[in-house]
């Protein structure tokens, strides 16, 4: 929720949102999902928990490339509840109402690792519903590791003992949030958590035990998230003391420590998609486009801005109006390209871009916190990092070979980070702040990547999208269609 995202190792392309896609030979999963309230007390403070199944985190979904998954869920809680892990947030897609349930049904296509779920509305993240998604590769598909002997799931989030909905009441009254009280791993406190591990090249681990820690970075009290990984035999928990991070304030290691995380272009595995896509060096940058976080006092009211925007949902799912063709629903391309001083406002901010273009997008940061971006249904190369304001200089320093590819990417305080993408999914697509307070109070835009030409209309879904399923949630202006 601030500055710790739960894990996901991302390096693919997701085909759809709000779609269904249907391949009678492939795999169906079937599951049954309950969504309901719980008391729990994760750091020891007893509190309303969403859980899935009566599980916290929720249960892992266990998928293969090209399976079709299916899942009921019902909702069980007293307000409406949309889950996401790709897709599923406001402007796309309308919540399933308490007391009813829907089914999803999506393939797993082009997408090997591991993955997260969680709910997108009303700040109900903030209370749990999250759980793992594993996307297995086939096995004709070769991994360039070893099998492991086994896997496992880790969900590092941090965790607030307050009620979600008081948390939400306090952002509605523009009161910003306090620092989180903990870190959970798995849902877990503090040394609760245990991954039981077999020596199998190790070989000074029998009977061992050893701390796994995630620490928080640039806020005061540093806070801890500690399990314990135990080898065969390992009797009670690791003596000593944790191992020391990095200085919590450090920005420039991290700024030099990101990048230096590369591709390993030697290795032969899949690649991102499209598969030449790599070679971004030689793919021509069509489009600039410059956001800039900031807040602002709006009405009286706290805002989180982008290009001075502050996001409001109308009541209508962007993507519904486009469906049913709802033209005074928003309004596309009232934000610009480049922040441009203009006064704070409120608005419904969507980007229309080319389908297959290939832009550069630099997020600039000027606030001493730290920024975390994440753009739906892409991933995307990361090119660059620095500190203070970009210019067109700074592009000279990209790395044009070997970036990694995220859907998710931090951008330092007073810093900016600068990343490229190929738009080879069409559809309306979240573009975000993951910091839940920073998204819930605004900061977030749509991009509309859309063909051009007779043959890709502006309407949707457009040649390339699968259409919606039968069973879609219609609300709003298009609940009575
Ligand atoms: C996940 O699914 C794969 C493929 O069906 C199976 O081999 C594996 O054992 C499953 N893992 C778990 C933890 O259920
Ligand atoms: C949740 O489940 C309980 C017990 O089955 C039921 O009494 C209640 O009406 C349900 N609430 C909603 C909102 O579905
Ligand atoms: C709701 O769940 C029932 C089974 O519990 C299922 O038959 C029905 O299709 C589901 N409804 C929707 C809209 O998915
Ligand atoms: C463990 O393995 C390393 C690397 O192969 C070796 O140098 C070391 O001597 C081994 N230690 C023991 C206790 O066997
Ligand atoms: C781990 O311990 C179990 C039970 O003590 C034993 O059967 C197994 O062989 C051990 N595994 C390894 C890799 O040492
Ligand atoms: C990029 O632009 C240059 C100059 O306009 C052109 O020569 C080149 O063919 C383009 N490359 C691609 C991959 O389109």
């Avoid at 409406?80 to 892990?85: A, K, Y």
């Avoid at 820690?213 to 005061?220: E, Q, Y």
């Avoid at 951008?411 to 573009?431: F, K």
């Avoid at 879609?472 to 298009?478: E, F, N, P």
Wanted: charged share 15%.
């Amino acid at each position: 929720m601030k500055s710790i995202s739960l894990v996901a190792l991302a390096f693919l392309l997701y085909k759809f949102l709000i779609l269904e896609s249907v391949d009678a030979d492939s795999p169906h999963l079937f599951f049954d999902w309950t969504v309901s309230y719980s008391q729990l007390a994760p750091l020891g403070v007893e509190k309303q928990v969403i859980v899935i199944n009566d599980q916290f985190p929720g249960p892992m979904l266990n998928t293969t490339t090209n399976d079709v998954v299916n899942v009921n869920i019902h909702n069980n809680l007293t307000e409406p509840f949309l889950i996401t892990h790709m897709d599923g947030v406001q402007g796309t897609n309308c919540p399933i109402q308490p007391g009813l349930n829907w089914s999803y049904s999506f393939q797993i296509k082009d997408q090997i690792g591991s993955f997260f779920y969680f709910p997108s509305l009303f700040f109900q993240k903030a209370a749990g519903g999250y759980g793992a998604i594993r996307a297995n590769n086939r096995v004709v598909i070769p991994v360039p590791f070893p099998p492991p002997l086994e896997e496992f799931d880790v969900l590092i989030g941090d965790w607030y003992n307050g009620d979600y909905k008081e948390m939400r009441s306090s952002l509605d009254l523009g009161i910003h949030l306090f620092q989180p009280d903990g870190i959970l791993i798995n849902g877990l406190g503090p040394n609760k958590a245990n991954f039981d591990f077999q020596p199998v090249t190790a070989n000074q681990t029998a009977g061992m035990s050893y701390y796994m820690v995630a620490t928080s970075r640039f806020i005061i009290p540093e806070l801890a998230a500690i399990a314990i990984v135990r080898y065969n035999g390992s009797q009670g928990n690791p003596i000593g003391l944790l191992p020391p991070g990095p200085l919590p304030f450090d920005y420039r290691y991290s700024i030099e420590q990101a990048p230096s995380i590369r591709w390993d272009l030697a290795v032969g595995a899949a690649r991102p998609n499209p598969q030449c896509s790599f070679h971004y060096d030689l793919i021509n940058v069509s489009r600039t486009i410059i956001l800039q976080n900031d807040w602002a006092v709006i009405d009286n009211h706290l805002q989180y801005t982008v290009n001075g925007v502050s996001f409001v949902h109308p009541d209508t799912p962007l993507k519904l109006a486009d469906y049913f063709q709802l033209s005074d629903v928003f309004v596309a391309d009232t934000i610009s390209d480049t922040p441009d001083g203009r006064f704070p406002v409120l608005g419904t901010s969507v980007i229309d871009v080319k389908y297959r273009d290939f832009i550069h997008v630099v997020f600039q940061n000027p606030q001493l916190s730290l920024q975390t971006w994440h753009i739906d249904a892409y991933s995307f190369f990361v090119v660059g990092m620095g500190v203070g304001n970009w210019d067109k200089s700074k592009q000279l320093t990209y790395n044009m070979v070997d970036a990694v590819s995220r859907s998710t990417i931090q951008v330092y305080p007073n810093s900016w980070t600068a990343i490229m993408l190929e738009l080879d999914n069409q559809g309306m697509w979240n573009v975000r702040s993951q910091d839940a307070e920073k998204w819930y109070l605004g900061q977030e835009i749509y991009m509309r990547v859309k063909g051009v030409g007779q043959d890709d209309p502006v309407t949707v879904p457009s040649r390339d999208e699968v259409h919606p399923p039968a069973n879609l949630i219609k609300c709003g202006r298009a609940g009575s269609l």
